[in-house]
């Protein structure tokens, strides 16, 4: 099974560089997140027509958004709402072999890394302490996927100077230690750095701001995919498409993520 992640920005926007991936990667399952577009304009029929006809969406006009799109069928699914707003930040379905897939969209946090003077910053402070708070109550030893855009990059080579970036919110040591608290209530695994050790340097994002990306290399890992300790025996492979960065008409900040999973 290949489950791909991918921060769009824009579905319908970016409708052909999402058949592009789906040509070229074939996923079983894709999470996206930042759809930006409400459930009624979400293009379903695109995704039928490329054999994606399990699909669950959850969407707002001009703003968030996440989806599970599959090949394979989608049971049990819901959604969670976070720091009570219904912003459609974390869709779930549950996959045919039992497992629970979650897609999440973490708050960004805006520019200042201060909870008190930056309301946007105490948001996803809040979200993560509730994700942490969350995971602690899933006793039920169920195996879970947790994928999608966290907006933080953990360690000290996924982004590009950890020097010049720990007071740039994304690596800042408080959205470290509450997003390590998440992960420890379940010791979920890091699926992409059970296979890259954390010597590598590896980003799945890289700003709008550079004339030239590629070249410039100022990326971070914000983009993650999670599994539960019994799952990494059942890990096959994981890539970044980092191309994809360079891909038109009007590529996404971001790239997908993509886990093999047997």
Known sequence: MRIATWNINSVRLRIGL????????????????????????????AFAAKGYGHQHILGMKGYNG??????????????INWQGREDCRHVFATLPNDTELHCLYVPAGGDIPDPEANPKFAHKLGFLDECA????????????????????????NDVWSH?????????????LEKLTAWQKSQNFVDAVRHFVPPEEKLYSWWSYRAKDWDTSDRGRRLDHIWVTPDLPPNLRAAQILRDARNWEPKPSDHVPVIVDIA
């Open 163 to 175: 020097r010049q970036m720990r007071d740039i919110v994304s690596h800042t040591p408080l959205e």
């Open 66 to 79: 996440v989806a599970i799109v599959s090949r394979l069928p989608l049971r049990n699914t819901g959604h």
């Open 18 to 45: 999402v058949e592009r991936l789906i040509d070229e990667a074939a996923p079983d399952i894709l999470c996206l997140q930042e759809t930006k577009t409400i459930n009624d304009t979400f293009p379903r029929a």
């Open 133 to 156: 708070a969350w995971g602690k109550t899933l006793t039920d030893n169920k195996s879970r996927i947790l994928v999608g855009d966290f907006n933080i990059a953990p360690l000290e």
